[in-house]
């Protein structure tokens, strides 16, 4: 295989090591509840999380329901509604799906149990918005935010306290019935308050802390939306069990060892890369530099893998998500560089607001480009690194993985 299938061979393992069939299914094999038991799914990994539990319970589960992303539904699901709805911005449709699983679970009493299965995307995908805050201003806020360069901690942070579900709001509507949260962490560190802006945890941050954030990113909000951030979300509840099946890191050790059987000397670099994209490029060209000229810190043919989620402040006009603008700023500090590959991939299969999952780049990236007259210092400036990538023939795509643990980085060196 040339180098190129070797780090695709690589990104395909780590992907399917966090498919959460197994994790779900592992979750629930001992599950007994003399009650109802009712399910949510919400997030990118859904559909995949309602069927597991759908085949472990069986007849177990008297009614379900599915909320994920465009184009992420697999099919029917017996017993359950499926709703697809808006990512990373809230949408109608989410709005529609989140009464509608609160119309579900209204009739929930105590002895009965809610398996809430919950993974990346949710914070779009499942939302009703406080007292006074309408949609387009989720949205409005939403967008500033995601373009502002702030952290998805700070971008949740502000979500939690402007919905009705979120930061712990949807298990004081569920209560005193048990809830059994399943998740699949896309968030670094693991921070259950912040995973799908947790809507069945307590919320560890403050309205003070949200108001802070509106203004140290200077976004524009109507006044009453004012109202709503200084009402603080619960810090404690009692009625909920937590569990967390899958993340990065177990994608990252797959990538390892995926890579090690390819021949390649690995290393997990860290699984908690969280700086801005163009940096974290230049940062991976540089580790590749020195592997080239070196052999250090590891000899070829060698591998790094990381994990993590970078951010990208949006200037321009043009298209691309965090893993594009990082592989294409990398392209151009291994430009000449033979037999040296980075890629980037969302393990979702979609890179922000595109139809692919992100970026794969070698040595001859930057001539590639460099022949169809495109510059990729204005390209980075304009954020456009979607329409370069496609042009040098190094987009990757994925399509819909039906999982999401954060965003993988690999660099072979042969």
Not at 18 to 28: D, G, M, Q, T
Not at 204 to 210: K, L, P, W, Y
Request: proline share 3%; charged share 25%; with cysteine.
């Amino acid at each position: 295989m040339s180098i190129r299938e070797d780090a695709l061979k690589v990104i395909d393992e780590a992907v399917r090591a966090v498919y959460p069939e197994n994790a779900v299914r592992k979750a629930l094999e001992n599950i007994e509840n003399e009650g109802r038991i009712q399910v949510v799914a919400v997030g990118k990994a859904a559909w995949r999380m309602a069927k597991a539990a759908r085949e472990s319970v069986k007849d177990g589960i008297s009614q379900g329901i599915v909320i994920t992303k465009y184009g992420h539904s697999m099919g029917d699901i017996e017993g359950f509604e499926i709703f697809e709805a808006g990512h990373p911005i809230p949408d109608e449709n989410a709005i529609k799906a989140t009464k509608r699983a609160l119309g579900i679970v209204r009739d929930l009493r105590k002895g009965d149990l809610l398996l809430l299965l919950v993974s990346g995307g949710s914070s779009s995908l499942f939302e009703l918005p406080a007292e006074n805050v309408e949609l387009k201003d989720l949205v409005n806020i939403t967008d500033q935010l995601l373009k502002s360069g702030a952290t998805i901690l700070e971008i949740n942070a502000v979500r939690k306290h402007l919905s009705r579900v979120k930061g712990g709001r949807f298990a004081e509507l569920v209560k005193p019935t048990k809830i059994l949260s399943l998740v699949l962490s896309d968030v670094l560190g693991d921070r259950l308050d912040t995973i799908a802006s947790g809507p069945a945890y307590p919320d560890f941050t403050t309205s003070r802390d949200a108001l802070g954030i509106i203004q140290k990113y200077d976004i524009k909000i109507p006044p009453r939306v004012f109202n709503a951030l200084k009402k603080e979300t619960p810090k404690s509840l009692e009625n909920v069990e937590t569990k967390i099946i899958g993340n990065i890191l177990i994608a990252c050790e797959a990538a390892k060892r995926a890579a090690e059987k390819l021949g390649y000397d690995s290393m997990i670099l860290t699984t908690a890369l969280d700086c801005e994209a163009r940096e974290a490029g230049a940062f991976l060209s540089a580790i590749a530099c020195e592997i080239a000229s070196r052999g250090r810190p590891l000899k070829r043919p060698c591998a790094i893998i990381i994990g993590g989620e970078t951010v990208v402040q949006v200037k321009g006009k043009g298209l691309g998500g965090r893993n594009q603008e990082l592989a294409l700023s990398a392209a151009r500090g291994i430009e000449r560089v033979d037999s040296v590959v980075i890629a980037s991939v969302a393990t979702d299969g979609t890179d922000g607001p595109t139809n692919a999952a992100g970026g794969i780049v070698d040595g001859g990236t930057m001539m590639r480009l460099s022949e169809k007259t495109i510059d990729v210092e204005e390209v980075l400036d304009n954020n456009d690194s979607y329409h370069a990538l496609e042009a040098a023939g190094d987009l990757l795509r994925t399509g819909p993985t039906g999982t999401n643990v954060n965003d993988l980085i690999v660099l072979l060196c042969k």
